[in-house]
Nanobody, 120 residues
């Protein structure tokens, strides 16, 4: 079945950078919008950034100018470059993708999540 596997989370000091990756695998026909969401303790999951299959990005106001989303369609992978990190960016980051499955239908898929902690 289709799987999304994230990597790149960790502990970083305020002002630092991290790069998250998310690779999709399985019986994939086509990948449409891909994106990143995050959930901090005690808060609802929120959108961080999305990118269309054509490469058009969209960002939450809280990360504009600091985060950059990109994708490599040949590798079925989406990235999130996070710069100037702040303690309030601490959360579990989830990859999301709308994927059309071979001999199946399109559905929304989620990764398992990767922890990002910004602390001195």
């Amino acid at each position: 079945q289709v799987q999304l596997v994230e990597s790149g989370g960790g502990l970083v000091q305020p002002g630092g950078s991290l790069r998250l990756s998310c690779a999709a695998s399985g019986p994939i026909f086509s990948i449409y919008r891909m994106g990143w969401f995050r959930q901090a303790p005690g808060k609802q999951r929120e959108l961080v950034a999305t990118i269309t299959s054509g490469g058009s990005p969209n960002y939450a106001d809280s990360v504009k100018g600091r985060f950059t989303i990109s994708r490599d369609n040949a590798k079925n992978t989406v990235y999130l470059q996070m710069n100037s990190l702040k303690p309030e960016d601490t959360a579990v980051y989830y990859c999301n993708a709308n994927i059309g499955v071979i001999f199946g239908t399109m559905g929304a898929y989620w990764g398992q999540g990767t922890q990002v902690t910004v602390s001195s």
